[in-house]
Nanobody, 120 residues
């Protein structure tokens, strides 16, 4: 079974940093590097939105409101994708989800989500 596990999250002060991680289960071994990995976030009453994406080809893209503050990275041997969040703002408060997509192997998996709250 393929699973994505997201530890971390919590209550942060504005301006602070947070690094979230998402580790794929051992079942992803061999396919993690060929998968597109992404972070999304969702607030109550709103649709889930893309925050950052790391493709299997090595490209990255970011939502406009996190560019320059957030960085997505991946460690294929560890089957882990990270989201480094700096200069956090109250509007970054959301449930953050990681996602693994692989069209060649026909899968699209989501992590369980982790709450990030930014408040003074």
């Amino acid at each position: 079974q393929l699973q994505l596990v997201e530890p971390g999250g919590g209550l942060l002060h504005p301006g602070g940093p947070l690094r979230s991680s998402c580790q794929a289960s051992r079942s992803f071994l061999g396919v993690f590097s060929s998968s597109d990995m992404a972070w999304f976030r969702q607030t109550p009453g709103k649709e889930r939105e893309l925050v950052a994406k790391s493709t299997s080809r090595g490209s990255t893209n970011y939502a406009d409101d996190v560019k320059g503050r957030f960085t997505i990275s991946r460690d294929s041997p560890k089957r882990t994708v990270y989201l480094q969040m700096n200069s956090l703002k109250a509007e970054d408060t959301a449930v953050y989800y990681c996602r693994a997509e692989n069209s060649a192997y026909n899968f699209d998996f989501w992590g369980q989500g982790t709450q990030v709250t930014v408040s003074s």
